[in-house]
């Protein structure tokens, strides 16, 4: 078995770093406080390569592997999860979409846009009545003369309102039950696409959160992404590979609340003495650098596995589960070693508190993945 990551990911690594810590860290309370969208530091990402990162470059992406893209999202999010979201979103499933189930020409009129961050991408599966449950799917899109006329609306799409174009499920026939549900490309000029509210989060608040509505939006027939009903079974080859990114974002705010709660143990002091020196710290760091790394080889097992082609349902399930419940442990003891200062805003595991909890609900809670996995285990066994 191979553990060492190659001379280009180690360069990867430190490079963006490097730019997180530049261009992001100064700002992170700012844009939390403010719920402020970086665009900025987005659009720098596109010109990186970090928003086309699994992408071919004759689609003007980078040609990264699984591998690579788990770096930069662990990396970003080390700094700020939030950017982390943004980015893993826009590459994991709105682009990713199209890359896998589209046609040559959609491809060819997306994927360059997208990669580059010349425009941003969204990707809304989940409803008011249908989150882990595609059955209560509500929207609809109906044919008519040759177009496709949608109604209904989205919630909870990740980068909605500062989108340019959207992928979006909608029931084509709904006596078909799971292969009655379509995708379709929507660009955000398109007349009855509106974004709705924007969501007022507990964590995770630079990155924009909200709704997307359809009111008799027409779109033409070259705009049906993948076969038409087959749009909810393409989502959950997306999925598989949506969560290895979440995984690597949990791995990522995890790193970053231990780095945080180590550096203050060594500087903290309480009766004369650093708090790193008592060892009821000392095993809370213990057990957080262990489920750090126990974490991080669960994440880059389905990375490696993804890049060779493997099915990795069950394998992407499990690092997400792990990661992300580790992760939330992780925050919860970085604010306990803080003690009083862990609870201001001043201070950063605050902010990875709060943001972490979201990696255990987004793209699957951790009960589905629980079911995902077992479903897998019965099935291989």
């Not at 982390?84 to 890359?99: D, E, Q």
């Not at 009821?280 to 082609?309: F, H, P, S, W």
């Amino acid at each position: 078995m191979e553990f060492d990551y190659t001379a280009d990911q180690i360069q990867l690594r430190k490079s963006v770093r490097e730019f997180a810590e530049a261009e992001i860290r100064p700002h992170v309370l700012e844009w939390d406080e403010g719920q402020i969208f970086p665009l900025d530091v987005v659009k720098k990402c596109g010109r990186l390569g970090y928003l086309g990162a699994i992408f071919p470059e004759e689609l003007g992406g980078s040609g990264l592997s699984y591998i690579d893209y788990s770096i930069i999202i662990e990396e970003l999010s080390r700094v700020d999860p939030s950017v982390g979201l943004i980015v893993a979103a826009h590459n994991s499933l709105c682009t990713n979409h199209i890359f896998i189930a589209g046609t040559q020409q959609q491809k060819q009129k997306y994927i360059p846009k997208l990669a580059t961050g010349e425009w941003i991408g969204c990707w809304s599966l989940t409803e008011p009545d249908a989150g882990s449950d595609a059955a209560g799917t509500r929207s609809t899109a109906v044919h008519k003369d040759g177009s496709w006329i949608l109604n209904g609306g989205k919630t909870f799409t990740t980068n909605a309102h500062f989108a340019q174009v959207c992928v979006a499920m909608a029931v084509t026939n709904r006596a078909a039950s799971h292969h009655g549900i379509s995708a379709f490309i929507i660009e955000a000029s398109t007349p009855g696409f509106r974004v709705g509210k924007k969501e007022n989060k507990l964590g995770m608040r630079a990155s924009s959160t909200g709704e997307v509505l359809f009111t008799d939006c027409e779109l033409p027939q070259c705009q049906l992404l993948g076969k038409e009903g087959e749009g909810f079974v393409d989502s959950l080859r997306i999925l598989d590979g949506g969560r290895i990114s979440i995984a690597a974002l949990s791995l990522g705010t995890a790193e970053g609340a231990y780095d945080a709660a180590l550096k203050y143990s060594k500087q903290r002091k309480q009766f004369g003495r650093f708090i790193s020196e008592f060892q009821t710290t000392q095993n809370k760091l213990a057990d957080m650098a262990t489920e750090i790394d126990a974490a991080r080889l669960l994440v880059y097992r389905a990375a490696y596995l993804k890049d060779r082609g493997h099915r990795v349902t069950k394998e992407s399930s499990m690092a997400k589960l792990f990661a992300s419940e580790a992760a939330v442990r992780i925050c919860d003891q970085a604010v306990q070693i803080y003690g009083g200062y862990g609870f201001i805003k001043d201070y950063p595991v605050e902010k990875f508190y709060r943001d972490v909890k979201l990696c255990t609900i987004g793209e699957g809670t951790s009960e589905i993945q629980r079911l995902v996995i077992a479903r897998q285990l019965l099935k291989d066994g």
